[in-house]
């Protein structure tokens, strides 16, 4: 692995992101201006076993900002640049096209985090959210892990959908992802069919793992109305998720790549 490469190409993606800032603030905005709707006014009541609703809530929509950073910035975006002949043009360069992947993760991973200070921010600053270190290192570190654990799932999105189709595709995924997992309700609101799928989706686990950082077993079960067991199960689900979202990402890769020789 050329180090200097990924560096470069890092960079380039920073500075991307740099020079449309609003880009930045549309990704970062839409969660935290959803917990300014919803987490604000629900913070300060507490679970069973003392956790903030509005602690939950930062992990809920952190959550829900991570997996829509897979669909549009790893799905759409890469599309559209598939589209638009980019990548054509960057397999024309000495850069291994590992690095112009794994630079759209480190850029993700640097979003996330964003969006996690800010969501907390405003929980601290509009709610007076208790914060404690531990509980959102752990949180963070489980958003982190989805981030590279759904990165496969977008471009697998990018590689099997058509350009001015995927984001189309993307919506129509990410809404009822969203929904199913419990990021935006608890699932005891949801109807039961809604109930039995969830636990076969991977983002209801990631969830899972989330609210885990935040809050013990009993509280989380009282938060999303579902049963809980400890982070094993659902880190396999998310390695699973990476595996195999990521053979089908590579084998969508090497068909576009084969195209074009053609």
Excluded at 51 to 62: I, N, Q, R, W
Excluded at 119 to 145: M, N, S
Excluded at 160 to 174: D, M, S, T
Excluded at 185 to 190: I, M
């Amino acid at each position: 692995m050329n180090a200097a490469q990924l560096r470069a190409q890092v960079a380039a993606e920073l500075r991307q992101m740099v020079r449309v800032p609003e880009y930045v603030i549309g990704v970062a905005g839409v969660p935290v201006i959803l917990y300014a709707m919803f987490g604000l006014s629900n913070a300060g009541t507490l679970l069973p076993g003392g956790t903030d609703v509005g602690a939950m809530l930062v992990a809920s929509f952190s959550a829900y900002a991570v997996v829509s950073l897979a669909i549009f910035t790893y799905g759409v975006d890469v599309a559209g640049e598939r589209g638009r002949g980019w990548l054509r043009r960057l397999r024309c360069t000495p850069m291994p096209m590992w690095a112009y992947f794994a630079a759209k993760i480190v850029s993700a991973l640097v979003l996330a985090v964003l969006v996690y200070a800010l969501v907390w921010a405003l929980a601290i600053a509009g709610a007076k959210v208790p914060f404690d270190a531990a509980r959102a290192a752990r949180t963070l570190a489980a958003l982190l892990i989805g981030v590279v654990a759904f990165a496969p799932m977008g471009f697998a999105l990018a590689f099997w959908a058509r350009p001015k189709a995927a984001a189309a595709i993307g919506n129509l995924l990410f809404l009822p992802l969203s929904f199913v997992s419990g990021f935006f309700t608890s699932l005891s609101s949801l109807p039961q069919f809604l109930r039995d799928a969830a636990p076969w989706l991977p983002t209801y686990h990631f969830g899972l793992l989330v609210w885990g950082g935040v809050a013990p077993a009993d509280d989380v079960r009282h938060f999303n109305g579902m049963q809980t067991a400890g982070p094993g199960p659902q880190l396999a689900w998310l390695a699973a998720t990476f595996v195999a979202f990521g053979a089908l990402a590579a084998w969508g890769y090497a068909r576009d790549a084969q195209r074009e020789r053609d």
